[in-house]
T-cell receptor
């Protein structure tokens, strides 16, 4: 049972380059999320998708776009990377009911130089 | 705006000790609180979810309590083991399923 799978695990970009972070879950979950984790700031929500076909902004959406490709997959795109986007990115999923726990992937460590 | 604070930021204990991790939140209008564990270089693993109607949840050597009126939750770890060494985070929802996280308590249990 793979759970939540993120690719790639590591990435180095130059300022201005673009890339897409991929996320897939095999738990038939309705809701999916993208968080970033920075030292001293905890995890912050970038975007989320409450159900297939919907996406909404979280706390720190600027500089990112998302696509809920189907029920399993939720991608995060950086169109023009900036050093401030250096972070560890986590994808998560949940059933989407009010009291369902979140399940996280192992993260993508992104460095923008 | 909901803010979540975890104290202490780091904790080092010898194996076998019972310990308590603290989590406080500023807005008591929550419908649950979750505790997670994060190992270095890994994602978060859900440990316990306490619904607002509950006061406690238990899983093995872990016990989490919730006091909404005071804006506090505690995670109690009994008979700590080196394998418990990790960062522990708490999180509360703001709006539907949007979690606000604390910055965590880094726990080291020495043999």
């Amino acid at each position: 049972n793979a759970g939540v799978t993120q690719t790639p695990k590591f990435q180095v970009l130059k300022t201005g380059q673009s890339m897409t972070l991929q996320c897939a879950q095999d738990m038939n979950h309705n809701s999916m999320y993208w968080y970033r984790q920075d030292p001293g700031m905890g995890l912050r929500l970038i975007y989320y998708s409450a159900s297939e076909g919907t996406t909404d902004k979280g706390e720190v959406p600027n500089g990112y776009n998302v696509s809920r490709l189907n029920k399993r997959e939720f991608s995060l795109r950086l169109e023009s990377a900036a050093p401030s986007q250096t972070s560890v990115y986590f994808c998560a999923s949940s059933l989407g009911t009010g009291n369902s726990p979140l399940h996280f992937g192992n993260g993508t460590r992104l460095t923008v130089t | 705006k909901q803010e979540v604070t975890q104290i202490p930021a780091a904790l080092s204990v010898p194996e076998g000790e019972n310990l308590v991790l603290n989590c406080s939140f500023t807005d008591s209008a929550i419908y649950n609180l979750q505790w997670f564990r994060q190992d270095p270089g890994k994602g978060l693993t859900s440990l316990l979810l306490i619904q607002s109607s509950q006061r406690e949840q238990t899983s093995g050597r872990l016990n989490a309590s919730l006091d909404k009126s005071s804006g506090r939750s505690t995670l109690y770890i009994a008979a700590s083991q080196p394998g418990d060494s990790a960062t522990y985070l708490c999180a509360v929802p703001t709006g539907f399923q949007k979690l606000v996280f604390g910055t965590g308590t880094r726990l080291l249990v020495s043999p």
